[in-house]
């Protein structure tokens, strides 16, 4: 995957907007970022993902999971995009998405989505 494929998958939904962050593109939904793309061009920065779960991806899928010192302490994972399926990234973008997105606009989407 790409930063652009993350765009391509994130930009179907309502509210999901084109940015940046610390200088790189960044996907955000009402003005908070659902993800970046990290300084290293390969990287997603993920955030909301808790520390403990973050822990037993890291452990099970380290080529695909990974965080370094600056991020230990926050709900934070890194997904190597060159080495990552949609299949794993789109979940994670779509559950901070709905962490984010409006309740009027969740409802909305769930209804035309028939989820």
Do not use: C, N
Request: glycine share 4%; charged share 30%.
């Amino acid at each position: 995957m790409t930063f652009d494929d993350v765009r391509k998958i994130a930009l179907t939904w309502p509210e999901v907007e084109d940015g940046t962050s610390y200088g790189t593109p960044a996907l955000k939904v009402r003005k908070k970022m659902l993800a970046r793309l990290k300084e290293d061009g390969d990287s997603l920065v993920m955030p909301d993902v808790p520390i403990d779960e973050r822990a037993m991806l890291v452990e099970s899928q380290p080529k695909i999971f990974y965080f370094t010192d600056h991020y230990a302490d926050y709900p934070i994972v890194l997904i190597r995009l060159s080495k990552a399926k949609r299949a794993i990234v789109e979940p994670f973008l779509r559950r901070r998405w709905r962490g984010l997105a409006s309740k009027a606009v969740l409802a909305s989407y769930d209804a035309r989505e028939g989820a």
